[in-house]
């Protein structure tokens, strides 16, 4: 189950991969500053994975007039997360959660997903400024989305 709203966020360092590298993805960096979503989904190069990220690319300025970073993770490596990014023009930060600690962390690991192993759950966190989940959402199944309106709402408080 994942980690309830009002708990403190807790916080990761993750790789991701990008023209220039590798790259640390830090949580943290956003406290006191801005706002993050984060987005939990299962694999890349999925049909519902693909679909979330590339919508959440497509008003990724709306995320941005609310004061807020967009993360997505998964257990993909970096390099699977940066050709499916490239492939499908993702524009949002994905971080590599290959050692699937911070799922864990977050309670949206799943223990099995159709005799693939373990891997997250679809879900999403708005985590305000001070480190606090202020929104917290796992879907049912994973081939549901979440409430992205409800996240706007949530994020449109906390400016």
Same mark, same amino acid.
């Given at each position: 189950?994942?980690? @309830? /709203?009002?708990? &403190? $966020?807790?916080?990761? +360092? *993750? &790789?991701?991969? #990008? @023209?220039?590298?590798? /790259?640390?993805?830090?949580?943290? =960096?956003?406290?006191?500053?801005? #706002?993050?979503?984060l987005l939990f989904f299962p694999l890349a190069f999925t049909g519902v994975c693909t +679909?979330?990220?590339?919508?959440v690319t497509a008003g990724l300025a709306q995320f941005g007039s609310l004061n807020a970073e967009v993360i997505g993770v998964?257990?993909?490596?970096?390099? $699977?997360?940066? @050709?499916? /990014?490239?492939?499908? !023009?993702?524009?949002?930060? *994905?971080a590599s959660d290959l050692n699937k600690k911070t799922a864990e962390s977050y309670g949206t690991l799943l223990p099995d997903l159709n005799g693939l192993g373990a891997v997250s759950a679809r879900a999403a966190f708005v985590i305000d400024k001070n480190g606090v989940i202020r929104y917290s959402e796992q879907t049912p199944t994973? !081939?549901?989305?979440?409430?992205? #309106?409800?996240? =706007?709402?949530? *994020?449109?408080? *906390?400016?």
């Open positions: 189950m994942a980690i @309830a /709203a009002g708990s &403190k $966020a807790p916080d990761f +360092t *993750l &790789k991701s991969k #990008n @023209a220039s590298g590798l /790259a640390d993805v830090v949580l943290s =960096k956003n406290f006191g500053k801005k #706002n993050t979503v +679909t979330e990220m590339c919508d998964s257990v993909d490596s970096p390099f $699977a997360q940066e @050709a499916w /990014a490239q492939k499908e !023009k993702i524009g949002i930060t *994905l994973p !081939k549901e989305l979440p409430n992205f #309106n409800r996240i =706007k709402e949530t *994020l449109s408080t *906390l400016q």
